[in-house]
T-cell receptor, first 110, second 115 residues
Framework: DQQVKQNSPSLSVQEGRISILNCDYTNSMFDYFLWYKKYPAEGPTFLISISSIKDKNEDGRFTVFLNKSAKHLSLHIVPSQPGDSAVYFCAASQGYKLVFGAGTILRVKS | DTAVSQTPKYLVTQMGNDKSIKCEQNLGHDTMYWYKQDSKKFLKIMFSYNNKELIINETVPNRFSPKSPDKAHLNLHINSLELGDSAVYFC??????????????FGPGTRLTVL
């Protein structure tokens, strides 16, 4: 039973354009949502997070939006750069536990 | 200076063997984790220790036994390895409490291949 879903396995975007990665969740008890970025043969690294009581958080080129009524969040990257090409994981926090989605492979073409 | 380190990075072994993976963090965190990333790329929590006490123990075969000698180390021992244990195992740490952001810092992973 997947509590966190990333329904797009991959996304391809032109350099300079916007990348939008989506994530859906089912458990309304999650109190924080996090995005992680992962390069091949490395561990995931934290990118940005949002509290369940907020609807937007911005950090440089990265913005996360949360729609609690739809149980949906999205990560926007503007402008996209070739170095952003990686796997992006959405994760939801409940106490000590992080529940991860399956990841979306982002390819930014130059 | 590596924050979360794991050894070995690669491990190839035969079915039925026993192996260990070691993890160390120098971030001063109280909580450490083991995750398994399977062939479908899901990252699934296996265990978590807070100040050397087991706080998360997901549905994992009892062939897997974590051990935390101190709060900077969390090792994973696997007995009687099976083909299905082949995966990438990630260690992580955080300064987590029972609620909150729980930003976790991950090690580079250990790719285990069971032949």
């Amino acid at each position: 039973d997947q509590q966190v879903k990333q329904n797009s396995p991959s996304l391809s975007v032109q350099e300079g354009r916007i990348s939008i990665l989506n994530c859906d969740y089912t458990n309304s008890m999650f109190d924080y949502f996090l995005w992680y970025k992962k390069y091949p043969a490395e561990g995931p690294t934290f990118l940005i997070s949002i509290s369940s009581i907020k609807d937007k958080n911005e950090d440089g080129r990265f913005t996360v939006f949360l729609n609690k009524s739809a149980k949906h969040l999205s990560l926007h990257i503007v402008p996209s750069q070739p170095g952003d090409s990686a796997v992006y994981f959405c994760a939801a926090s409940q106490g000590y536990k992080l529940v991860f989605g399956a990841g979306t492979i982002l390819r930014v073409k130059s | 200076d590596t924050a979360v380190s794991q050894t070995p990075k690669y491990l190839v072994t035969q079915m039925g063997n026993d192996k260990s993976i070691k993890c160390e963090q120098n971030l001063g965190h109280d909580t450490m984790y083991w995750y398994k990333q399977d062939s479908k790329k899901f990252l699934k929590i296996m265990f978590s220790y807070n100040n050397k006490e087991l706080i998360i123990n997901e549905t994992v075969p009892n062939r897997f036994s974590p051990k935390s000698p101190d709060k900077a180390h969390l090792n994973l021992h696997i007995n009687s390895l099976e083909l299905g244990d082949s995966a990438v195992y990630f260690c992580a740490s955080s300064q987590a409490g029972p609620s909150g952001r729980n930003e976790q810092f991950f090690g580079p992973g250990t790719r285990l291949t069971v032949l």
